[in-house]
Every structure is written in C-alpha cells, then in structure tokens.
C-alpha cells in the first residue's frame, strides 16, 4: 500500500493544519450517508463532497481539493479503478482508499489498485444493517482515513525541496513496492534515536512475520529475498486481512517468492519450504501435535481489534520452539505484535521491525521499537538481507 507522496500537480500542497478534507464517492446512497456521518463527528476530519460516481470525482477534484478520497469500485459512469489514475493524475499526493465488498472479483481490483497508486483498501459490509459489521467498517475507515491522511502531512512538512514528480500510473510496476532509500547500516542508529539490543546467540529455528496497513506491498518485496530461509525453514504470516483477501494475497506471495504460500489450513504440518498464510477472519497458532508441529486456527475474539491478530501467533511459537524464534514487524496501524514480541524476546528470541520511513503506517513496528524489544529496526529494503545473514549464522 506504500504511496509515493508528491506536490499537487494542479492545486498546491496539502494542507498542514485544518482538519483532513475527505471526499467520498459511492453509488450507494445509504453508504455515503454512513460515511459522511462518521467523518463528520470526528474532531480530525471533515467531509470535503459525497459523490455518486467517480467521474463526477474526476470533474470536480480541483474544486474539492480533499485530502483523502475513499472510493468504491462499482459505480456507474466510471468505476473506481478507472477513476483512480485520473484522480492521481490531477492530484498526485491524494491518499485514495479503495473500498469493495468481499467477493474475489473486488478483492483482486484491490490488488490491482495497490499497484496503480492507492494508499490502502478497506472491504464494505454486505449489510450495514449487521451491526458487528458496520462497527468494525467504522472503526477501521476511520483510523485509516487518520492515520494515513496525518502521513501525508508529515511528508509534506518535511519535503525540502519537494519530492520529484510520480511517474504517471500506467507506467509504474505492478505491484512491487518500491525499495526505501538507504539507510544508516543495521543498528548504527543516530543520537537520540531508538536503541536496540542484541541479537539473540540461539540459531532461529522459524520465521514470523507480522503486518497490518501497508502490509501487502511490504510483504511481496520481502518474500522475494527470502527464498534461502524458506527453502530450510517454517515462515508463518499474519496480514490483517479479510477473508477472501487473504487467498489472492497468498496467491502473490507465492508467485513473489517463488515457493509454496497458501492460506494455513487447521491441523496441517508446519514444515520447511512454505510460506502459512493466516486466512483471513481466523487467527493462526501453532501446536504441538506429537513430533511434528501443526497449525490451529481459533475462531474467537479479535485481538487488537484484528482477526487474524498476530500477537496469538507470536505467543504460540514459543512454546514450540522456545527462544530459537525471529519475528520481523512489519508497517501497520495499532500495536499487534508488541506483546507477542516482548514474550519472544523474554524467551531469548530476536525482533526486528521496519522503520518509520520505509513503513506506510509506522504503528505495529513504531509501538516494538518503542518498547525496547527491537534487536534491529530497519528500512524494508534491508530486512531480507539481514534474516537471511541471521538464518545463516550471523549473530551480530
């Protein structure tokens, strides 16, 4: 979901203060209205235009001039994905959110959003009229409305002298995120920034990885690097995603890495040379079944507002394999994997989470580094080198 933020090509920068301006386009009349009463209450945000179709986004986006549009992908007259690359074109720093309901057919739109430059997606509920449902599209649009909208200001503020344009959308690379710029090298950090610890001196035995907003990008780049430690040992995901989400989703990974990625199933092995995946909708633990180890799927509460959650996963690996664990945290929104870290690093594993300028939402990572369980924190691009020198017996 990484964007790269750039000056407005038609109607200057965005705004440093004020609240975020969002635009929402939807055909569904009750939609809009949900949306326009949620952004409306909060104190952060207001609600710049409620639109029927995205060429009426396309027309009157100058006019507008939002912050943040969140857009369906069914309308009439002209879809989302068709308006998204005419929307980024005329204002090429607009944090566009797709939104769809769950059907494969959406869920791959999305994908495909990703790589043409939207920020992040987020699934509508079949029926507002679930109250569970309408709760948790509420509370996940709005964080991400939030978070994101308060990045781009970030990034604006600091952009001296402002970032060059983004090429146009039909030329950037399908869904491939976009490696961050070099970095300071592993652990060599400035002063006043965050401290580390060291590396545990236990070889890891397994790889966890855990990841929210951001996620799907962040994930493709890595798992490209990472086909020597795949090939030897277990490597487990939790992405925050929904059902349905989730399979396209392991679909790409296993064509980004080359190897085996499915969905985890309840009860199958875990072994070497293939990436588990936790479905969406279900968290993903590991249990002890006889000698081997096995997968087991808990259909109960969120953790963290998230299912899957990647704390239950981290927790779970420590009873199988004990301090020989490496867990990377990944961009996200929220403090997944926090705890679950903490519990690792108490058991004599390693963390290692992206850093806050190669993440989308510096959240789930920003949250493990500020605890001090951190043994590195890193630019995405850097992170696949370094577990594959951790899994060959590098301690440093």
């Known amino acids: 979901m990484s964007v790269a933020f750039a000056g407005n090509s038609t109607s200057g920068s965005s705004r440093e203060a004020g609240p975020l301006r969002v635009m929402i386009v939807d055909d569904s009349v009750v939609i809009r209205g949900l949306i326009s009463r949620w952004v409306g209450a909060e104190h952060d945000m207001e609600v710049a235009a409620s639109l029927r179709t995205g060429l009426e986004a396309v027309n009157q986006l100058e006019r507008i001039n939002p912050d943040v549009a969140v857009l369906d992908i069914e309308m ?3 879809d989302g994905i068709s308006a998204l690359p005419q929307l980024l074109a005329k204002k090429r720093d607009l944090v566009i959110i797709m939104a769809s309901t769950l059907t494969r057919r959406n869920a791959e739109i999305s994908f495909k959003a990703l790589s043409l430059g939207a920020a992040d997606y987020i699934p509508k509920p079949e029926s507002t009229r679930e109250a569970s449902a309408a709760d948790t599209f509420h509370h996940d649009l709005i964080q991400k409305i939030r978070h994101l909208g308060a990045r781009l200001r970030r990034k604006a503020a600091v952009a ?3 970032l ?5 959308p039909a030329a ?4 491939v995120a976009r490696p961050a710029a070099p970095a300071p090298a592993a ?5 006043g920034a ?3 610890r060291p590396f545990s001196t236990l070889a890891p035995k397994v790889l966890l990885i855990g990841s929210s907003t951001g996620g799907p990008q962040a994930l493709m780049a ?3 690097e990472l086909g020597p430690v795949i090939d030897r040992f277990p490597v487990l995901i939790t992405q925050h995603m929904p059902p349905t989400f989730t399979t396209i989703l392991a679909e790409h990974l296993a064509r980004s890495s080359r190897r085996p990625a499915a969905e985890a199933v309840d009860g199958e092995p875990v072994k070497p040379g293939r990436i588990y995946l936790a479905p969406g909708g279900k968290h993903m633990r590991v249990v002890r079944s006889g000698a081997d180890v096995a997968i087991a799927l808990d259909d109960g509460p969120a953790v963290n507002f998230c299912k899957p959650a990647v704390d239950p996963l981290f927790t779970s690996a420590i009873d199988i394999w004990h301090g020989a664990i490496l867990s990377v945290i990944l961009t996200g929104m929220g403090s997944d994997g926090m705890r679950g870290g903490k519990d690792i690093v108490a058991a004599g594993g390693s963390v290692i989470a992206q ?10 990572p920003g949250a493990a580094a500020n605890a001090g369980i951190c043994a590195a924190i890193l630019p995405l691009n850097q992170i696949g080198a370094k577990v594959n020198r951790l899994f060959a017996g590098d301690r440093s």
């Open 76 to 78: 009439p007259e002209l």
């Open 160 to 162: 001296s002298p402002p």
């Open 164 to 168: 060059a344009p983004r090429a146009p």
């Open 172 to 175: 950037r690379a399908p869904f």
């Open 187 to 191: 652990n060599a950090l400035l002063p």
């Open 194 to 196: 965050l401290s580390t």
């Open 222 to 224: 890595l798992v490209t």
């Open 355 to 364: 850093d806050e300028a190669s993440s989308v939402v510096w959240g789930m």
